[in-house]
């Protein structure tokens, strides 16, 4: 089954505790992004990836990082999590053609306290 | 930049009315404009799209017409059901954007 999957999907931390969201895809797509969703502001970009090794910074990137070492993998990183990065956040691919279709991942709802 | 605007939510309906979401939007070039939905506690799924001025998508009962003249892609539905209960984002993509550029999402309720 074609799927974007992560983990976990609900986190609870503490303020400075690094941490990594986990992001795997298995339709063999070249575009990959992380989005955050919060009440009102809709779905904003984090980061993307076009290809191994090609990130660049979304709308919202700061206090973020992300890496891409393998075309199904793009894991989200926060070095010092701060309770406004508590929010529902959704990874994404699709293939690198103009207007393909966006899947989405079920989501990871994190909370910094 | 690129933008899009939605109708503020949320909206309630009883099952079978008729339902319009209005999305209207702001783009550099000629974008592609789709319609995701996304139900309690699931990412977003596609549900419709629209590549090019005057094209119509639909999918599920739902319909959008791409009208360039009003930089609008409203979606509609005829009668609705429980089950449409949801989130609803209109997006777009333009040739020279690398990715999707959202609205702020409209929680529709479906009364039984």
């Known amino acids: 089954e074609a799927q974007v999957t992560q983990n976990p999907r609900y986190l609870i931390t503490v303020t400075g505790k690094k941490l990594t969201v986990t992001c795997s895809q298995n339709?063999?797509?070249?575009?990959m992004s992380w989005y955050r969703q919060d009440p009102g502001l809709g779905l904003r970009q984090i980061y993307y990836?076009?290809?191994?090794?090609?990130?660049d910074k979304g709308d919202v990137p700061e206090g973020y990082k992300v890496s891409r070492k393998e075309k199904r993998n793009f894991p989200l990183i926060l070095e010092s999590p701060s309770p406004n990065q508590t929010s529902l956040y959704f990874c994404?691919?699709?293939?690198?053609?103009?207007?393909?279709?966006?899947?989405f991942g079920p989501g990871t709802r994190l909370t910094v306290t | 930049g690129n933008s899009v605007t939605q109708m503020e939510g949320p909206v309630t309906l009883s099952e079978e009315a008729f339902l319009t979401i209005n999305c209207t939007y702001t783009?550099?070039?000629?974008?592609?404009l789709f319609w995701y939905v996304q139900y309690p506690g699931e990412g977003l799924q596609l549900l419709l799209k629209?590549?090019?001025?005057?094209d119509k998508g639909s999918n599920k009962g739902f319909e959008a017409t791409y009208r360039k003249e009003t930089t609008s892609f409203h979606l509609e539905k005829g009668s609705v059901q429980v089950s449409d209960s949801a989130v609803y984002f209109c997006a777009l993509k333009d040739g020279s954007a690398r990715q999707l550029t959202f609205g702020s999402g409209t929680q529709l309720t479906v009364l039984p």
């Open positions: 629209a590549t090019k001025a005057d």
């Open positions: 339709m063999n797509h070249e575009y």
């Open positions: 990836s076009m290809n191994v090794e090609v990130t």
């Open positions: 783009a550099t070039g000629y974008p592609s």
């Open positions: 994404a691919s699709r293939t690198g053609q103009g207007t393909s279709e966006q899947y």
